[in-house]
């Protein structure tokens, strides 16, 4: 019997072949030779702002570095938007199912989490009535 792959998903471990090694050696080369008195130093907790200023510029419509927030991972960003603009006793609505840290970065702040299920084509929409 043949066995089938599965792709899996879990929290931080893509598959080791779709990681362009290479790709980022040259790319730590690069920045280093041009940036890396600046890049090797605590910087702001904005992120990097030459990088920043890239993305302002690829995103367009008007944004600006000050409008852009770097960070480590999803989960580091949930935590803090989460910190920034939630308090406890809030609810947020999260499908279901859902990614498993962001009901326990919300549990832990203190919020009251739903979840809303999801049907072939998204969420529920009878759900929020």
Known sequence: MEQSKVINFNRGVPASETLPTQKIAESCVAILKEDGKTILQYYSAQGYSPLRELLAEQVGHHTSKDQILLGNGSLQILNIITNVLLKPGDTVLV???????????????????????????????????
């Open 95 to 129: 499908e279901s199912p859902t990614y498993d840290r962001a009901i326990t970065t919300f549990s832990r702040r203190g919020v009251e989490v739903i979840g809303i299920p999801l049907e072939e084509n998204g969420p529920d929409l009878a759900a929020f009535r």
